[in-house]
Protein backbone atom coordinates (compact mmCIF):
# COMPACT_ATOMS: atom_id res chain seq x y z
CA UNK A 1 0.00 0.00 0.00
CA UNK A 2 1.26 3.33 -1.21
CA UNK A 3 1.79 6.19 2.33
CA UNK A 4 -1.13 7.96 1.04
CA UNK A 5 -3.48 5.05 0.87
CA UNK A 6 -4.32 6.41 -2.92
CA UNK A 7 -4.13 3.74 -5.62
CA UNK A 8 -1.01 4.40 -8.49
CA UNK A 9 -3.75 3.30 -11.09
CA UNK A 10 -6.18 5.87 -10.53
CA UNK A 11 -3.42 8.65 -9.97
CA UNK A 12 -1.89 7.27 -13.25
CA UNK A 13 -5.73 7.69 -14.68
CA UNK A 14 -5.96 11.26 -13.20
CA UNK A 15 -2.49 12.52 -13.95
CA UNK A 16 -2.80 11.49 -17.63
CA UNK A 17 -5.64 13.99 -18.38
CA UNK A 18 -3.63 16.87 -15.97
CA UNK A 19 -0.75 16.07 -18.70
CA UNK A 20 -3.02 16.66 -22.05
CA UNK A 21 -5.03 19.25 -20.44
CA UNK A 22 -1.39 21.20 -19.99
CA UNK A 23 -0.07 20.52 -23.67
CA UNK A 24 -3.45 21.78 -24.64
CA UNK A 25 -3.38 24.73 -22.60
CA UNK A 26 0.51 25.43 -23.19
CA UNK A 27 1.32 25.86 -26.87
CA UNK A 28 3.76 28.24 -26.25
CA UNK A 29 5.45 26.72 -23.73
CA UNK A 30 5.56 23.49 -25.62
CA UNK A 31 7.38 25.38 -28.36
CA UNK A 32 9.49 27.22 -26.55
CA UNK A 33 10.69 23.69 -25.07
CA UNK A 34 11.16 22.34 -27.85
CA UNK A 35 13.24 25.18 -29.06
CA UNK A 36 15.11 24.78 -25.87
CA UNK A 37 16.67 21.87 -25.89
CA UNK A 38 18.59 22.31 -28.95
CA UNK A 39 20.68 24.97 -26.93
CA UNK A 40 19.86 24.10 -22.84
CA UNK A 41 20.60 20.92 -21.27
CA UNK A 42 17.61 19.40 -20.46
CA UNK A 43 15.59 22.17 -22.17
CA UNK A 44 16.38 23.95 -19.51
CA UNK A 45 18.69 26.95 -18.07
CA UNK A 46 19.51 24.02 -14.88
CA UNK A 47 18.62 20.88 -14.81
CA UNK A 48 16.02 20.23 -12.08
CA UNK A 49 13.99 23.11 -13.74
CA UNK A 50 12.46 20.39 -15.60
CA UNK A 51 11.87 18.54 -12.45
CA UNK A 52 8.15 19.70 -12.03
CA UNK A 53 4.74 17.97 -12.50
CA UNK A 54 4.70 19.51 -15.87
CA UNK A 55 5.03 17.42 -18.60
CA UNK A 56 7.57 19.92 -20.30
CA UNK A 57 8.86 23.25 -18.50
CA UNK A 58 6.52 25.98 -17.53
CA UNK A 59 8.07 29.48 -18.99
CA UNK A 60 7.08 32.10 -17.15
CA UNK A 61 6.81 36.08 -18.52
CA UNK A 62 6.24 37.87 -15.65
CA UNK A 63 5.73 38.07 -12.04
CA UNK A 64 4.93 40.83 -9.41
CA UNK A 65 3.95 40.38 -5.50
CA UNK A 66 1.89 37.07 -5.34
CA UNK A 67 1.13 36.08 -9.14
CA UNK A 68 3.00 35.44 -12.09
CA UNK A 69 2.52 35.39 -15.89
CA UNK A 70 3.31 32.36 -18.46
CA UNK A 71 3.84 33.40 -22.00
CA UNK A 72 0.57 31.98 -22.65
CA UNK A 73 -1.16 34.32 -21.01
CA UNK A 74 -2.34 32.54 -17.97
CA UNK A 75 -2.47 34.00 -14.73
CA UNK A 76 -1.32 31.80 -11.32
CA UNK A 77 -1.32 32.67 -8.05
CA UNK A 78 1.94 31.83 -6.46
CA UNK A 79 2.61 29.76 -3.11
CA UNK A 80 6.14 28.44 -4.02
CA UNK A 81 7.87 32.22 -4.43
CA UNK A 82 10.87 30.77 -5.27
CA UNK A 83 10.98 28.34 -3.07
CA UNK A 84 11.74 31.05 -0.45
CA UNK A 85 13.53 33.40 -3.24
CA UNK A 86 10.58 35.75 -3.35
CA UNK A 87 9.66 35.07 0.14
CA UNK A 88 8.40 38.43 0.30
CA UNK A 89 6.52 38.69 -3.08
CA UNK A 90 7.78 39.33 -6.31
CA UNK A 91 9.36 42.34 -7.41
CA UNK A 92 8.69 44.65 -4.36
CA UNK A 93 8.68 48.34 -5.17
CA UNK A 94 11.56 49.05 -2.98
CA UNK A 95 13.67 46.19 -4.66
CA UNK A 96 12.82 47.19 -8.07
CA UNK A 97 13.27 51.28 -6.82
CA UNK A 98 16.61 49.94 -5.82
CA UNK A 99 17.60 47.87 -8.67
CA UNK A 100 17.13 50.89 -10.95
CA UNK A 101 18.87 52.86 -8.38
CA UNK A 102 21.96 51.27 -8.21
CA UNK A 103 22.02 49.75 -12.04
CA UNK A 104 23.02 53.38 -12.76
CA UNK A 105 25.55 53.94 -9.71
CA UNK A 106 27.75 50.13 -10.59
CA UNK A 107 26.61 47.02 -9.91
CA UNK A 108 30.17 45.43 -8.48
CA UNK A 109 33.68 47.25 -7.65
CA UNK A 110 35.22 44.89 -5.17
CA UNK A 111 34.96 47.49 -2.55
CA UNK A 112 32.01 48.48 0.16
CA UNK A 113 29.66 51.60 0.16
CA UNK A 114 27.72 52.65 2.99
CA UNK A 115 25.09 50.19 2.25
CA UNK A 116 27.21 47.66 3.84
CA UNK A 117 27.42 49.65 7.03
CA UNK A 118 23.80 50.11 7.47
CA UNK A 119 23.18 46.49 6.39
CA UNK A 120 25.66 44.86 9.55
CA UNK A 121 23.91 47.42 11.81
CA UNK A 122 19.97 46.11 10.32
CA UNK A 123 21.67 42.53 10.67
CA UNK A 124 22.87 42.90 14.06
CA UNK A 125 19.75 44.90 15.62
CA UNK A 126 17.82 42.46 14.26
CA UNK A 127 19.06 38.84 14.69
CA UNK A 128 21.43 39.03 17.81
CA UNK A 129 24.62 38.37 16.33
CA UNK A 130 27.22 41.43 16.62
CA UNK A 131 29.90 40.76 13.34
CA UNK A 132 28.09 39.74 9.51
CA UNK A 133 29.84 38.77 6.63
CA UNK A 134 28.08 38.90 2.96
CA UNK A 135 28.47 36.01 0.17
CA UNK A 136 26.30 35.51 -2.86
CA UNK A 137 24.53 32.63 -2.11
CA UNK A 138 23.32 30.61 1.49
CA UNK A 139 25.33 27.96 -0.12
CA UNK A 140 28.34 30.19 0.10
CA UNK A 141 27.65 31.17 3.50
CA UNK A 142 27.40 28.25 5.22
CA UNK A 143 30.74 26.77 2.89
CA UNK A 144 32.01 29.62 4.57
CA UNK A 145 31.54 29.08 7.82
CA UNK A 146 31.82 25.33 7.71
CA UNK A 147 35.54 26.81 6.76
CA UNK A 148 35.61 28.90 10.05
CA UNK A 149 34.35 26.16 12.24
CA UNK A 150 37.14 23.45 11.27
CA UNK A 151 39.82 26.32 11.29
CA UNK A 152 38.72 27.53 14.79
CA UNK A 153 37.96 24.07 17.00
CA UNK A 154 40.67 22.29 14.67
CA UNK A 155 38.17 19.23 14.02
CA UNK A 156 37.45 17.94 10.62
CA UNK A 157 33.85 16.24 10.89
CA UNK A 158 30.45 18.26 10.44
CA UNK A 159 27.39 16.63 12.03
CA UNK A 160 23.91 17.21 10.30
CA UNK A 161 20.82 16.11 10.21
CA UNK A 162 19.20 13.19 7.61
CA UNK A 163 17.42 14.60 5.55
CA UNK A 164 18.73 18.15 5.95
CA UNK A 165 19.07 20.95 3.46
CA UNK A 166 21.99 23.16 3.44
CA UNK A 167 22.45 24.19 -0.46
CA UNK A 168 24.78 21.94 -2.39
CA UNK A 169 27.33 22.00 0.32
CA UNK A 170 29.51 18.58 -0.56
CA UNK A 171 30.00 17.86 3.21
CA UNK A 172 26.31 18.30 3.95
CA UNK A 173 25.49 15.45 0.98
CA UNK A 174 25.31 12.68 3.70
CA UNK A 175 22.22 10.64 4.88
CA UNK A 176 21.49 8.48 7.85
CA UNK A 177 20.76 4.93 7.13
CA UNK A 178 20.78 1.33 9.83
CA UNK A 179 22.95 3.33 12.05
CA UNK A 180 25.62 4.43 9.42
CA UNK A 181 26.28 7.43 7.71
CA UNK A 182 25.97 6.94 3.90
CA UNK A 183 26.08 9.55 0.88
CA UNK A 184 23.39 10.79 -0.62
CA UNK A 185 21.63 8.94 -3.63
CA UNK A 186 21.90 10.43 -6.80
CA UNK A 187 25.06 12.50 -6.11
CA UNK A 188 26.76 13.38 -9.29
CA UNK A 189 30.77 12.94 -9.25
CA UNK A 190 31.49 13.01 -6.37
CA UNK A 191 35.55 12.05 -6.11
CA UNK A 192 36.23 11.14 -2.06
CA UNK A 193 34.18 9.73 0.26
CA UNK A 194 32.14 12.21 2.53
CA UNK A 195 31.43 9.76 5.45
CA UNK A 196 35.18 10.41 6.23
CA UNK A 197 35.06 13.81 7.42
CA UNK A 198 30.69 14.05 7.44
CA UNK A 199 28.29 12.24 10.22
CA UNK A 200 24.21 11.90 9.70
CA UNK A 201 22.03 11.43 12.89
CA UNK A 202 17.78 11.55 12.80
CA UNK A 203 16.30 15.12 13.91
CA UNK A 204 14.84 14.99 17.16
CA UNK A 205 16.80 11.82 18.76
CA UNK A 206 18.63 13.57 21.69
CA UNK A 207 20.16 10.05 22.32
CA UNK A 208 22.16 9.98 18.94
CA UNK A 209 23.25 13.77 18.70
CA UNK A 210 25.09 12.95 22.16
CA UNK A 211 26.63 9.83 21.37
CA UNK A 212 27.91 12.14 17.79
CA UNK A 213 29.22 14.83 19.83
CA UNK A 214 30.35 12.51 22.69
CA UNK A 215 33.24 11.41 20.07
CA UNK A 216 34.90 14.49 20.34
CA UNK A 217 35.67 15.23 16.82
CA UNK A 218 32.72 17.10 15.98
CA UNK A 219 33.67 21.04 14.43
CA UNK A 220 30.11 21.45 14.42
CA UNK A 221 26.52 20.81 14.70
CA UNK A 222 24.94 22.73 10.85
CA UNK A 223 21.20 22.57 11.47
CA UNK A 224 17.84 24.32 10.07
CA UNK A 225 15.82 24.80 13.37
CA UNK A 226 13.08 23.37 11.43
CA UNK A 227 13.63 20.59 8.90
CA UNK A 228 12.25 22.00 5.00
CA UNK A 229 13.14 20.03 2.52
CA UNK A 230 12.80 16.47 3.24
CA UNK A 231 9.15 17.83 3.85
CA UNK A 232 8.58 19.72 6.88
CA UNK A 233 9.09 18.18 10.52
CA UNK A 234 9.30 20.39 13.23
CA UNK A 235 11.74 20.51 16.18
CA UNK A 236 10.03 18.19 19.72
CA UNK A 237 9.83 20.91 22.62
CA UNK A 238 13.40 21.43 23.60
CA UNK A 239 14.92 19.82 21.66
CA UNK A 240 16.93 22.78 19.52
CA UNK A 241 18.08 23.84 23.02
CA UNK A 242 19.59 20.72 23.88
CA UNK A 243 21.13 21.10 20.61
CA UNK A 244 22.97 24.33 21.74
CA UNK A 245 23.36 22.69 25.11
CA UNK A 246 25.42 19.70 24.13
CA UNK A 247 27.16 21.22 21.49
CA UNK A 248 28.42 23.69 23.97
CA UNK A 249 29.14 20.33 26.70
CA UNK A 250 31.44 18.95 23.76
CA UNK A 251 33.38 21.78 22.61
CA UNK A 252 31.46 22.01 18.96
CA UNK A 253 29.98 24.78 17.32
CA UNK A 254 26.10 25.61 16.63
CA UNK A 255 25.56 26.99 13.20
CA UNK A 256 21.72 27.63 12.37
CA UNK A 257 20.83 27.78 8.60
CA UNK A 258 17.18 29.85 8.47
CA UNK A 259 17.69 30.41 5.19
CA UNK A 260 13.82 28.81 4.78
CA UNK A 261 13.03 29.00 8.27
CA UNK A 262 13.56 33.02 8.05
CA UNK A 263 9.86 32.79 7.01
CA UNK A 264 8.39 32.14 11.32
CA UNK A 265 9.41 35.57 12.12
CA UNK A 266 11.23 38.51 11.53
CA UNK A 267 14.06 37.39 13.52
CA UNK A 268 13.72 34.23 12.50
CA UNK A 269 13.21 30.61 15.09
CA UNK A 270 16.93 31.83 16.42
CA UNK A 271 15.58 35.49 17.66
CA UNK A 272 11.71 34.07 18.44
CA UNK A 273 12.70 30.23 20.18
CA UNK A 274 16.33 32.57 21.66
CA UNK A 275 18.78 29.47 20.53
CA UNK A 276 21.86 31.60 20.85
CA UNK A 277 24.12 29.92 17.77
CA UNK A 278 27.65 30.77 17.39
CA UNK A 279 27.01 31.45 13.18
CA UNK A 280 23.55 31.87 11.83
CA UNK A 281 23.33 31.58 7.57
CA UNK A 282 20.33 33.42 5.83
CA UNK A 283 20.16 32.79 2.07
CA UNK A 284 17.67 33.48 -0.64
CA UNK A 285 15.09 36.04 0.46
CA UNK A 286 17.43 38.18 2.61
CA UNK A 287 17.91 41.17 -0.52
CA UNK A 288 14.87 40.45 -1.96
CA UNK A 289 15.36 37.95 -4.30
CA UNK A 290 19.05 39.20 -5.85
CA UNK A 291 21.28 36.84 -5.01
CA UNK A 292 22.64 37.24 -2.01
CA UNK A 293 23.75 35.24 1.53
CA UNK A 294 25.05 36.45 4.97
CA UNK A 295 26.40 34.86 7.84
CA UNK A 296 26.52 36.18 11.18
CA UNK A 297 28.72 35.34 14.48
CA UNK A 298 29.16 35.88 18.15
CA UNK A 299 31.61 38.27 19.90
CA UNK A 300 33.79 34.86 21.07
CA UNK A 301 33.65 33.57 17.39
CA UNK A 302 35.15 36.57 15.50
CA UNK A 303 37.67 36.79 18.14
CA UNK A 304 38.37 32.72 17.10
CA UNK A 305 38.37 33.67 13.53
CA UNK A 306 41.08 36.44 14.06
CA UNK A 307 43.03 33.92 15.43
CA UNK A 308 42.60 31.10 13.29
CA UNK A 309 43.87 33.07 10.54
CA UNK A 310 47.20 34.03 12.57
CA UNK A 311 47.35 30.22 12.84
CA UNK A 312 46.58 29.45 9.37
CA UNK A 313 49.06 32.11 8.09
CA UNK A 314 52.09 31.12 10.40
CA UNK A 315 54.97 30.79 8.53
CA UNK A 316 53.60 31.63 4.59
CA UNK A 317 54.92 34.34 2.58
CA UNK A 318 52.66 36.82 0.13
CA UNK A 319 49.32 37.19 0.25
CA UNK A 320 47.29 34.37 1.84
CA UNK A 321 43.96 32.52 1.08
CA UNK A 322 41.09 31.62 2.87
CA UNK A 323 39.21 29.63 0.53
CA UNK A 324 36.36 31.94 1.05
CA UNK A 325 34.47 34.79 -1.37
CA UNK A 326 34.07 35.37 -4.55
CA UNK A 327 34.50 38.75 -6.42
CA UNK A 328 30.71 39.39 -6.43
CA UNK A 329 30.03 38.47 -2.90
CA UNK A 330 28.70 41.77 -1.51
CA UNK A 331 28.49 43.43 -4.76
CA UNK A 332 27.11 47.18 -4.69
CA UNK A 333 23.72 45.89 -5.94
CA UNK A 334 23.38 43.06 -3.72
CA UNK A 335 23.99 45.09 -0.99
CA UNK A 336 21.82 48.04 -1.72
CA UNK A 337 18.75 45.85 -2.35
CA UNK A 338 19.44 44.40 0.71
CA UNK A 339 19.38 47.26 2.39
CA UNK A 340 15.98 48.22 0.70
CA UNK A 341 14.53 44.67 1.75
CA UNK A 342 15.98 45.20 5.63
CA UNK A 343 14.15 48.66 5.80
CA UNK A 344 11.27 48.43 3.85
CA UNK A 345 10.29 45.28 2.78
CA UNK A 346 10.90 42.79 5.20
CA UNK A 347 9.24 44.40 8.25
CA UNK A 348 7.05 43.41 11.39
CA UNK A 349 3.86 44.37 8.83
CA UNK A 350 4.84 41.99 6.29
CA UNK A 351 5.41 39.01 9.01
CA UNK A 352 1.83 40.10 10.55
CA UNK A 353 0.01 39.89 7.10
CA UNK A 354 1.74 36.37 6.40
CA UNK A 355 1.42 34.73 9.50
CA UNK A 356 -2.21 34.30 9.63
CA UNK A 357 -2.44 33.67 6.73
CA UNK A 358 -0.75 30.62 6.66
CA UNK A 359 -2.73 29.61 9.38
CA UNK A 360 -5.80 30.06 7.40
CA UNK A 361 -4.53 27.26 4.30
CA UNK A 362 -3.23 24.97 7.57
CA UNK A 363 -7.29 25.12 8.97
CA UNK A 364 -7.77 24.85 5.63
CA UNK A 365 -6.48 21.28 4.84
CA UNK A 366 -7.21 20.05 7.83
CA UNK A 367 -10.45 20.60 7.13
CA UNK A 368 -10.29 19.14 3.59
CA UNK A 369 -8.55 16.04 5.25
CA UNK A 370 -11.20 15.40 7.33
CA UNK A 371 -14.03 15.76 4.96
CA UNK A 372 -12.14 13.42 2.49
CA UNK A 373 -11.37 10.51 5.52
CA UNK A 374 -7.66 10.70 4.48
CA UNK A 375 -4.89 9.87 6.68
CA UNK A 376 -2.59 12.70 6.47
CA UNK A 377 -1.20 15.09 8.42
CA UNK A 378 -0.38 18.77 8.18
CA UNK A 379 2.51 20.81 9.66
CA UNK A 380 3.22 24.59 10.13
CA UNK A 381 5.40 27.09 11.06
CA UNK A 382 5.58 30.41 10.23
CA UNK A 383 4.08 31.32 6.89
CA UNK A 384 4.88 28.51 5.26
CA UNK A 385 2.79 24.99 5.81
CA UNK A 386 2.56 22.16 4.35
CA UNK A 387 0.16 18.72 3.95
CA UNK A 388 1.42 15.58 4.41
CA UNK A 389 0.54 11.97 3.41
CA UNK A 390 0.83 10.37 6.79
CA UNK A 391 -1.43 10.45 9.99
CA UNK A 392 0.76 11.89 12.31
CA UNK A 393 3.11 14.78 11.47
CA UNK A 394 6.75 13.39 11.00
CA UNK A 395 9.49 13.31 13.79
CA UNK A 396 12.34 12.23 11.57
CA UNK A 397 13.48 13.15 7.97
CA UNK A 398 13.22 9.22 7.46
CA UNK A 399 9.82 9.44 8.55
CA UNK A 400 8.91 12.09 6.76
CA UNK A 401 10.39 10.30 3.29
CA UNK A 402 8.50 7.77 4.06
CA UNK A 403 5.31 9.28 3.49
CA UNK A 404 6.39 10.50 0.03
CA UNK A 405 4.05 9.53 -2.85
CA UNK A 406 5.54 11.48 -5.52
CA UNK A 407 3.26 10.55 -8.60
CA UNK A 408 -0.08 11.59 -6.22
CA UNK A 409 1.91 15.04 -5.35
CA UNK A 410 2.95 15.57 -9.17
CA UNK A 411 -0.26 14.84 -10.09
CA UNK A 412 -2.41 16.97 -7.54
CA UNK A 413 0.37 19.94 -8.22
CA UNK A 414 -0.22 19.63 -11.88
CA UNK A 415 -4.26 19.74 -11.42
CA UNK A 416 -3.37 23.11 -9.38
CA UNK A 417 -0.87 24.30 -12.47
CA UNK A 418 -3.60 23.82 -14.72
CA UNK A 419 -5.95 25.95 -12.98
CA UNK A 420 -3.61 28.89 -11.92
CA UNK A 421 -2.17 28.11 -8.67
CA UNK A 422 1.64 26.78 -7.99
CA UNK A 423 3.08 25.43 -4.97
CA UNK A 424 6.37 24.23 -4.18
CA UNK A 425 7.27 21.11 -5.83
CA UNK A 426 9.37 18.18 -4.66
CA UNK A 427 6.54 18.07 -1.51
CA UNK A 428 3.43 19.67 -0.49
CA UNK A 429 5.35 22.84 0.94
CA UNK A 430 3.06 26.33 1.06
CA UNK A 431 4.51 29.62 1.34
CA UNK A 432 2.34 33.13 1.41
CA UNK A 433 4.21 36.46 0.82
CA UNK A 434 2.45 39.77 1.79
CA UNK A 435 0.83 40.23 -1.43
CA UNK A 436 -1.03 37.03 -0.78
CA UNK A 437 -5.17 37.41 0.27
CA UNK A 438 -7.39 35.37 2.07
CA UNK A 439 -9.35 35.24 -1.54
CA UNK A 440 -6.43 33.47 -2.85
CA UNK A 441 -5.65 30.66 0.67
CA UNK A 442 -9.40 30.19 -0.16
CA UNK A 443 -8.52 29.40 -4.26
CA UNK A 444 -5.78 27.23 -3.42
CA UNK A 445 -7.97 25.18 -0.41
CA UNK A 446 -11.02 25.04 -3.18
CA UNK A 447 -8.92 23.84 -5.90
CA UNK A 448 -7.42 20.95 -3.64
CA UNK A 449 -10.71 20.13 -2.74
CA UNK A 450 -12.17 19.80 -5.95
CA UNK A 451 -9.01 17.91 -6.97
CA UNK A 452 -9.63 14.75 -4.44
CA UNK A 453 -13.13 15.09 -5.08
CA UNK A 454 -12.32 14.10 -8.59
CA UNK A 455 -9.45 11.79 -7.74
CA UNK A 456 -11.50 9.82 -5.18
CA UNK A 457 -14.13 9.17 -7.48
CA UNK A 458 -12.03 7.06 -9.75
CA UNK A 459 -13.17 3.83 -9.58
CA UNK A 460 -10.75 1.32 -6.82
CA UNK A 461 -8.81 5.18 -6.11
CA UNK A 462 -9.11 4.43 -2.13
CA UNK A 463 -6.54 1.20 -1.57
Given at each position: ????????????????????????????????????????????????????????????????????????????????????????????????????????NGLT??????????????????????????????????????????????????????????????????????????????????????????????????AALEAALAQGDVCALLCEPAMTNIGMVLPEPGFMQQCRELTRKYGSLLIIDET?????????????????????????????????????????????????RKRSSEGSHGHGHSGMGTTLSANALAMHCMRANLEQVMTPAAYAHMLPLAARLAAGFRRLIGKHALKWSVTELGARCEFQFCATAPRTGAEAEAAFHDELQMALHLYLINRGILITPFHNMTLCCPSTTEQDVDQLIGMLDQALTELLAIPGARE
Open positions: MTASAISPAAVERFAAAERALFLARNPKSVALAERARHSLYGGVPMHWMADWSTPVPLFVERAKGARFYDVDGHEYIDFCLGDTGSMFGHSPDPIAKAIAEQGHTMLPGEDAVVCGELLAARFGLPFWQVTATATDSNRYVLRWARAITQRKTLLVFDGCYHGTVDDVMVRHRDGQTVARSGLVGQAYDLTQYSRSIPFNDVHTISTDIGGCTKLWDLEPDFFVVGKPIAGGVPCGIFGCSAAMAEAMTEA
